[in-house]
């Protein structure tokens, strides 16, 4: 446990979380802006075989828009990241911290409208993940 974090530990392959994370994104109206893979790295840069890792970053334009109203700082906080990571069975586990623990350290000098847009990432974070987890 850290703080901040939700972890779901979940029996869905490393590579099958990766995709269904992906359609349940879209499923729930948010994009997958970007995708960082140290596996992929390793494996193309070094020749070397790691367990599989990947950080998909979801957000959106009407995010983004609410947010940047709300506090330019805040920006450098989007996309707002999944982490995969491949467990020892295979399986996988997908983190992430919760937008309103990222977003806190800027609410003082934020607009209202950063916590509350923030509540609702909670909450939109939270069905993407059981969505993808769903049998």
Do not use: C
Request: no cysteine; glycine share 4%; charged share 20%.
């Amino acid at each position: 446990p850290r703080p901040g974090w939700v972890i779901t530990p979940t029996n869905i392959p490393y590579l099958e979380l990766t995709q269904r994370l992906a359609n349940a994104a879209q499923r729930n109206k948010i994009a997958v802006v970007n995708v960082a893979s140290a596996t992929v790295g390793a494996e193309r840069a070094l020749n070397k075989k790691i367990p599989g890792n990947m950080v998909i970053g979801i957000y959106h334009p009407r995010f983004a828009v609410r947010m940047l109203a709300a506090s330019i700082p805040a920006g450098i906080e989007a996309p707002i990241r999944l982490y995969v990571t491949e467990n020892p069975d295979g399986t996988a586990t997908v983190s992430y911290k919760m937008p309103s623990f990222i977003f806190a350290p800027y609410y003082s000098t934020a607009e209202a409208d950063l916590a509350v847009l923030a509540q609702e990432l909670d909450t939109l974070f939270d069905a993407v993940v059981k969505d993808a987890i769903r049998p």
